[in-house]
């Protein structure tokens, strides 16, 4: 019998993208409902329950009243709303985060998916830190920047509506500058840092892909470290891995206009990381991933394949 999955809430930019990338798999069953009742509690509340799997894309508060329907049921959750990141008793699905996190992944009845911002950050920072190379209290800064589908429908409608003059916008657009933002408690927990970073996103005039920067100051790394030496421990963290590529380093000749391009990873699930060293002992830290691909969708069916004990790429386009 094969195991059945519902995705609560295909219609947002996560959901759909799921449901389309898993659509065409026959070693599971995907439940539906008719768009008449996809909305209806009763309804919804029946396929989750009868799920071996359900994949929640959902305003939080409405992950969280999911979540109390299954603690006496046998479904297992994999949760995309930022609801449970850092919640007790939920496992943290990010599989690349350290050594044994592929296994509490598997045995897992909850699953929190990382949210686009903090998959980036936490795969460039935390072997830094783990490594001795950055301290936990060192003041770190984000420049991060999102297509617009990053925000959802709401976010996609404003920018694509041409009486916004937006979608010719020859620069990007800060955003939530006057609020801590949402993503910061997951950033904060999984890369084992103590200061909260100052993180500025911004969003640009593309639907998909993802840049996120992480300026390292001189003085923030361990005495005599080099960008070498961040460079091998994240290549050596990452050694084999499926979806995460450490770039080699670029002379700085090497390096044009689209070297860094926010786009390179689209409709795939695959991170670039880059390590750029400065000739003052600075290290710049880029991440180029695709927010709705191993930023959202792609990490969400990555889980799900750990969960069923599948082969962690089954699904995915464009592994390395």
């Known amino acids: 019998m094969l195991p059945k999955v519902f995705i609560d809430g295909h219609t947002g930019t996560t959901g759909l993208r799921i449901h389309q990338w898993m659509a065409d798999r026959n070693d599971i069953e995907l439940l539906t409902l008719p768009e008449e009742l996809r909305r209806d509690a009763e309804e919804r509340r029946g396929q989750i329950l009868e799920s071996d799997v359900a994949v929640l894309c959902l305003p ?34 990010l599989p690349e985060l350290e050594p044994g996190q592929r296994a509490a992944i598997h045995d897992s009845k909850l699953v929190s998916n990382p949210g686009c911002y903090p998959s980036a950050f936490i795969l460039l920072v935390r072997p830094l830190v ?38 010719a916008l020859p620069f990007e657009a800060p955003y939530a500058l006057y609020q801590r933002h949402k993503h910061i408690p ?66 700085a000749g090497a390096l044009n206009e689209l070297s860094y391009n926010p786009e390179v ?42 969960m069923l004990g599948f082969e962690e790429g089954a699904g995915l386009p464009n592994s390395l």
């Open 265 to 306: 990873c689209n409709d795939s699930n695959r991170i670039q990381l880059h390590v750029a060293p400065h000739p003052s002992g600075h290290v710049l830290l880029i991440a180029l991933l695709d927010n709705l691909g191993k930023g959202a969708c792609g990490a969400a069916i990555q889980n799900l394949n750990l």
């Open 60 to 93: 939080d508060d409405a992950a969280e009243e999911v979540a109390g329907w299954v603690e006496e049921a046998d479904t297992r959750l994999i949760d995309a709303s930022t609801a449970h990141r850092v919640a007790e008793g939920w496992t943290y699905g």
């Open 130 to 167: 783990d490594a001795g190379l950055l301290p936990e209290d060192a003041p770190i800064s984000i420049n991060a920047l999102s297509g617009y589908s990053g925000g959802g429908n709401s976010l996609i409608g404003k920018w694509e509506n041409p009486e916004n003059g937006l979608d």
């Open 186 to 251: 997951e950033m904060m927990k999984f890369a084992r840092i103590s200061a909260e970073p100052q993180f500025v996103p911004a969003v640009g005039p593309f639907r998909c892909g993802m840049r996120v920067q992480v300026p390292v100051h001189a003085s923030m790394l361990k005495s005599g470290a080099t960008g070498e030496q961040v460079w091998e421990a994240l290549y050596d963290r990452y050694l084999g891995e499926q979806f995460v590529e450490v770039a080699h380093l670029q002379e």
